[in-house]
């Protein structure tokens, strides 16, 4: 069945790029309809949706953080990714990679075991 | 941005029993295609969320049956008909009708 790992580094400076990499196994992140989407944790916090990218290339990201957002897929290597600009503490939390199924992605399945990403000079 | 708002944020249960979550959005989540995508999800001690239902009241590839959805228009319910002690953990709801939004989660917990 199709897995998720998210990789990245667990430390960024403040006012830098957070950038991180889903792999996605057990199946081509080219083959069917599925959004795949970045979510984000802070610890002890609810969730908040980041943005998704869909095979084609097209991207919806969450309005508040969309002036520092940016995803992209890379299916030769079966991945996506996660850029964040200009990072601030608040943007510390463990990162999730999912998979959008359903009519337009709208459900998720499966996510990746998450990754924390902590922001600190 | 539609907001979600879930009740109680802590459900203290016995085992054996009934639990219930509500989650209230600020708006209809009827999308215009006819679909509301309003759906429940677990998240066990650290571990990642995981489906439970989508769509209101369909429960997703392995889910036990003790799982419920309910609700239409702005006001949903989870129920668990019988708790089981892998049952705790925090449960949200997210709705994806107007971008992606999620409630702030629900505690539960065994007495």
């Known amino acids: 069945q199709v897995q998720l790992q998210e990789s990245g580094p667990g430390l960024v400076k403040p006012s830098q790029t957070l950038s991180l990499t889903c792999t996605v196994s057990?199946?081509?992140?080219?083959?069917?309809?599925?959004?795949w989407s970045w979510i984000r944790q802070p610890a002890g916090k609810g969730l908040e949706w980041i943005g998704r990218?869909?095979?084609?290339?097209?991207?919806n990201y969450n309005p508040s953080l969309k002036s520092r957002v940016t995803i992209s897929v890379d299916t030769s290597k079966n991945q996506f990714s996660l850029k964040l600009s200009s990072v601030t503490a608040a943007d510390t939390a463990v990162y999730y990679c999912?998979?959008?199924?359903?009519?337009?992605?709208?459900?998720?399945?499966?996510w990746g075991q998450g990754t924390l990403v902590t922001v600190s000079s | 941005d539609i907001v979600m708002t879930q009740t109680p944020l802590s459900s203290p249960v016995t085992l054996g029993q009934p639990a219930s979550i509500s989650c209230r959005s600020s708006?209809?989540?009827?999308?215009?295609?006819?679909?509301?995508?309003l759906s429940w999800l677990q998240q066990r001690p650290g571990q990642p969320p995981r489906l439970l239902i989508y769509?209101?009241?369909n429960r997703f590839s392995g889910v036990p049956d003790r799982f419920s959805g309910s609700g239409a228009g702005t006001d949903f319910t989870l129920k668990i008909s019988r708790v089981e002690a892998e049952d705790v953990g925090v449960y949200y709801c997210?709705?994806?009708?107007?971008?992606?939004?999620f409630g702030q989660g629900t505690r539960l917990e065994i007495k």
């Open positions: 057990g199946g081509s992140i080219s083959s069917g309809s599925y959004y």
């Open positions: 769509k209101i009241s």
């Open positions: 997210m709705q994806a009708t107007q971008s992606i939004t």
């Open positions: 708006q209809s989540l009827v999308h215009s295609d006819g679909n509301t995508y």
């Open positions: 999912a998979r959008g199924i359903g009519y337009g992605g709208r459900w998720f399945d499966p």
């Open positions: 990218i869909y095979t084609s290339g097209s991207t």
